[in-house]
């Protein structure tokens, strides 16, 4: 039997290369993003290359979306092994005076509510089959902080704390819960956004002379649901090139 794999924001970047990392892997992928579109793309994607996986519309953000989904993910595959919780963003830049709450609690919903929202939901099947990976997703800036970013960082900074408790908690019921921090990485989002100049500024602060790409990050999230991983618990794992190094 295959094991199942519910990712969060797997319609694009990180999340697609994870989502693809781990169906080469031979697991059964849930797709989950606001972008169905971009769902049902990276779906097909996974089809033609020979793996399995689903497409399914989710605003992590919203408790009964979250609830609905998880419950209708274990009522037809039977279980859930690995939940990659990827669905975040830091939507503005800006000076903290300049935020308004509206923007701050949107910020913190995408990325902290709505990684204890899938984790709330997820986490009772885990301990029920007394198995299973859990995988939060933070980000340089919630060690070191970020001008201009500041709700990002501090809800980066809670999903760190969030995951160590978390697996604690859940310990004793063989699941486990570890945290990926990626750096600077080449998202379609960010490079989007960012010009050839700023990115060649970028790399002559990283000790390994480039930005990631997504494929780096998927590498972690997939040995982090190895049994070779299997002793690792409530710790946070840096992928950043060296920029970081806690």
Not at 98 to 127: H, Y
Not at 133 to 145: D, H, K, M, Q
Not at 189 to 207: C, T
Request: aromatic share 6%; proline share 4%; net charge positive.
């Amino acid at each position: 039997m295959k094991r199942v794999a519910l990712i969060t924001g797997a319609g694009n970047g990180i999340g697609r290369a994870v989502a693809h990392r781990m169906a080469a892997g031979g697991m059964a992928v849930v797709i989950a993003d606001y972008d169905a579109q971009g769902a049902e793309q990276v779906q097909g994607e996974i089809a033609a290359a020979g793996g399995q996986a689903e497409a399914l519309a989710l605003d992590v953000t919203k408790a009964r979306e979250v609830k609905a989904l998880v419950a209708d993910v274990e009522k037809r595959q039977g279980r859930i092994d690995v939940l990659a919780n990827i669905a975040g963003g830091s939507f503005y830049t800006k000076r903290m005076e300049e935020f308004t709450w509206a923007e701050w609690r949107q910020v913190l919903d995408t990325n902290l509510k709505g990684t204890f929202l899938m984790c709330r939901e997820v986490a009772p099947i885990m301990k029920r089959q007394k198995s299973g990976r859990i995988l939060n997703t933070a980000s340089n800036y919630g060690i070191t902080g970020s001008p201009m970013r500041t709700p990002y960082s501090a809800a980066k900074a809670g999903i760190i704390a969030f995951t160590k408790s978390l697996a604690l908690e859940l310990a004793a019921d063989g699941v486990l819960v570890n945290t990926v921090a990626p750096g600077p990485t080449d998202t379609p989002r960010v490079m989007g956004k960012e010009s050839p100049e700023a990115r060649k500024q970028r790399w002559s602060i990283i000790p390994l002379g480039r930005t990631g790409q997504p494929e780096d990050l998927a590498e972690m999230f997939y040995y982090l649901t190895t049994p070779e991983s299997a002793w690792m618990t409530g710790q946070t794992f840096h992928v950043n090139g060296g920029l970081v190094t806690p």
